[in-house]
């Protein structure tokens, strides 16, 4: 009888336990709608923000292809949170009843879910995340994709694609180095040294064209707003060297590589 409490317990304790937990989804918008792929993203992380630790929303670009229906770039949207088991079931049934809700009517969406201890083979997944920004894959490889890796995926829509971009979603975050941060960062400041950025709650990096980081003091000039992208697992911002020898941030238009 001891033994038996001891165990249920435990299980209580594990119930418990925060663990890492990563969603993305695809293909929910269309053109001209009042809603984005991106803004749905953003209200799925705000309801796991409610009660748990939640991090930015990556967005990912994908193949361009005349075989894939998408509304203008194709891309998919995945954040991370910590999360108990229990609040990841809460979480995936908000995100469910929500994109069927406000997905798009033509749109053809799909969600992948997972925690991150649960994947079988990680490297698969970013295998197949890399392979979905070079070449055309179908809905079939994706779900044999998913059932191989324990990861969750649902199309929301019989024959739904969006299960592809949103499978691929989950791996190009786990490879720690694809894709832009959702939102764009005002600034009062126009000028602001490596260290202070840093101090700022959203920088988490700052790094050359070459992908070097900058030495504490370093100066960047800041010119509009600005766009962070997800290199090496954090939030950096990414500048260049002009020909004055002084440093500025890399505009929207120079990142669309990323």
Not at 58 to 87: G, K, V
Not at 147 to 167: D, M, P, T, Y
Request: charged fraction near 25%; proline fraction near 2%; charge should be negative.
């Amino acid at each position: 009888f001891i033994s038996y409490i001891v165990k249920f317990d435990l299980k209580i304790e594990v119930f418990k336990m925060k663990f890492k937990f990563l969603l993305c989804i695809d293909d929910t918008d269309e053109l001209g709608g009042e809603i984005s792929t991106g803004l749905l993203a953003e209200e799925i992380a705000a309801f796991a923000d409610s009660f748990a630790p939640v991090s930015f929303v990556t967005r990912h670009q994908l193949l361009l292809d005349p075989r894939i229906n998408y509304t203008s770039h194709n891309s998919s949207m995945c954040f991370e949170a910590w999360l108990s088991e229990e609040q990841k079931q809460r979480v995936l049934d908000f995100a469910l009843e929500l994109l069927v809700r406000k997905s798009a009517p033509s749109a053809e969406p799909g969600i992948a879910a997972a925690f991150e201890k649960d994947i079988v083979n990680a490297q698969e997944l970013i295998s197949f995340g890399k392979s979905a920004k070079e070449i055309f894959l179908s809905s079939e490889q994706a779900f044999k994709t998913a059932h191989e890796q324990n990861v969750f995926l649902k199309e929301l829509k019989s024959g739904a694609r969006g299960v592809i971009g949103a499978l691929a979603g989950i791996g190009l975050r786990l490879s720690g180095n694809d894709g832009k941060i959702r939102g764009k960062f005002e600034l009062k400041e126009s000028n602001l040294s490596v260290a202070e950025l840093l101090r700022l709650n959203f920088i988490e990096a700052v790094a050359d064209e070459n992908l070097k980081p900058l030495s504490s003091d370093e100066r960047v000039n800041l010119i509009g707003a600005l766009k962070l992208v997800f290199l090496d697992f954090r939030a950096t911002l990414l500048v260049k060297k002009e020909a004055g020898g002084n440093f500025r941030n890399l505009s929207v238009k120079e990142l669309r590589g990323f």
